[in-house]
């Protein structure tokens, strides 16, 4: 910009000394040359300004029109430039939402997953109501969740709980027609309401410290009928119950009508599994009937036995509440096999010849196969099978060692023959509980293994009322 001006003042200067230099020789010497000069001289002035105009001026001092112009175009990019900068924040704001909003749905869906696999581990309907309840009261943000169960009659009870302060203080529901828990039942509609600000008349409900501020109610249904229905009461922010949280809780109450219809199945499963067991041990005893309460003594030994055992530190991962079951319920299917033994050989007064021992010992192999099949009779095909083994090796049918036996058939090993001991039978007479425990001790690390004559040793005492209690 300055090299310009300079130029042009430059210029403006030889232009201004040639027009002098021009204008002294007219005054003195008027001819051609002079008259050339001051052509010369115009096109030189008239080129300087042409220049002047064609880039100095446009350049350097803009008109006030294209000031305006530039001034309205700034304002306007400004504008723009505002308006796209609130757009950018809305869209992060709404990106910052829907991020917050799919955090929270995978840990709902998180939440249900977890609760999907308690429901299925969990054999008990009441567990698995608390399970939900606690699951519908933290999901919801809620004070209380109450899990409402209605029945053919439509009495109400309640199924599980979360929030209350202590389970044994009574949580009584009124079984009149008032109150919104009833409401919800009765209509099969879920109800909101928030702000209510009342004592549990209000929803039918009395526990102690109740008040209610906010109440949603969700029915469930199980094909087609109300069955039950989740209560939140008392939202922990202060907005109250949102629709969101009534989705959930619809998503929890289907949750817990499956859970009810398929423990009503697994029920009814293992009825039907119980009942084939118990009409099987019958079959035995029939076959046997020498033994006479025998199978009953069975069962409760081996569960005492069992019992004890879990509180040994090295089996408290091994037995549980469905080992013990099963125990309990299996141990009379040890001698089902002698189905296939002879009469000649089974109800023999005698003793058995060496030959007929040998047929005898084969109700272990008949009675493992008998109950190869269904997985609700492995326990009982390992106790028929292994109940004669010895601890070193030395029984039948396969001379299993130590571990190699089942812990079923170890723990039904030892009451099958302390109840021989302590029974009568054709070929001997009724020992005392005495000489059985000497024998048992003796046979520790023998015939038996030693945690279980431990186990037996402190239990020694149960045996004895068990034997009183289930005489033939
Ligand atoms: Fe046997
Ligand atoms: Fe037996």
Redesign the pocket.
């Given at each position: 910009m300055k090299t310009k001006w300079k130029l042009l003042v430059v210029l403006n200067a030889v232009v201004f000394l040639i027009f002098i230099l021009i204008a002294t020789a007219f005054v003195t010497n008027r001819n051609t040359l002079t008259f050339t000069g001051i052509m010369l001289t115009t096109c030189l002035a008239i080129g300087t300004y042409s220049v002047y105009r064609k880039f100095i001026e446009p350049c350097d001092m803009p008109s006030e029109k294209d000031k305006k112009q530039l001034q309205e175009y700034v304002t306007h990019l400004e504008k723009e430039v505002e308006l796209k900068t609130k757009k950018l924040d809305n869209t992060v704001k709404e990106f910052k939402v829907i991020n917050e909003h799919l955090v929270k749905i995978a840990t709902v869906v998180e939440q249900i997953n977890k609760l999907s696999f308690a429901i299925n581990t969990t054999l008990h309907l009441d567990e698995i109501f608390n399970t939900i309840a606690d699951y519908a009261r933290n999901l919801t943000s809620s004070e209380y969740c109450l899990m409402i169960l209605t029945s053919e009659e439509r009495n109400l009870s309640i199924g599980g709980t979360a929030g209350i302060p202590s389970q044994n203080h009574a949580i009584n529901i009124l079984q009149s027609n008032n109150g919104l828990c009833r409401k919800v039942i009765e209509d099969g509609r879920p109800i909101r309401l928030n702000n209510i600000n009342g004592d549990g008349n209000v929803v039918g409900l009395r526990f102690e410290g109740l008040f209610v501020r906010d109440f949603m109610g969700v029915p469930f249904f199980s094909k087609g009928k109300t069955v039950g229905e989740l209560v939140v009461l008392n939202k922990k922010e202060d907005d109250g119950f949102t629709m969101e949280d009534h989705e959930m809780l619809i998503t929890l109450g289907n949750q817990a009508a499956n859970a009810i219809e398929s423990k009503k199945l697994q029920y009814v499963e293992r009825e039907t599994q119980l009942i084939v067991m118990i009409k099987m041990a019958q079959l035995a005893e029939k076959r046997?009937p020498e033994?006479g309460g025998?199978?009953d003594r069975?069962r409760f030994y081996s569960r005492a036995l069992a019992e004890e055992m879990r509180n040994f530190d090295n089996y408290k991962d091994m037995i549980d509440d469905n080992f013990v079951k099963s125990v309990f319920e299996a141990s009379p299917l040890?001698?089902i096999g002698k189905v296939g033994i002879p009469d000649g050989i089974l109800l023999k007064p005698r003793s058995l010849t060496k030959e007929e021992f040998e047929v005898m010992k084969q109700h272990t192999t008949i009675g493992g196969n008998i109950l190869d099949g269904p997985p609700f009779l492995k326990t009982g095909k390992e106790i028929a099978l292994w109940?004669h083994e010895k601890y070193n090796g030395a029984g039948y049918p396969h001379k299993l060692a130590g571990n190699e036996i089942p812990l079923c058939a170890r723990i039904v090993a030892l009451s099958?023959v302390y109840?021989?001991f302590t029974s009568k039978r054709v070929y001997k007479e009724e020992y005392s509980h005495e000489k059985a425990l000497t024998y048992i001790k003796e046979e520790a690390g023998k015939h038996f293994d030693p945690d279980v004559v431990k186990a037996f040793l402190n239990r020694a005492d149960e045996f004895i009322k068990i034997k009183e209690k289930n005489k033939n």
């Open positions: 046997d033994t025998h199978i069975m040890h001698d109940h099958d109840d021989a």
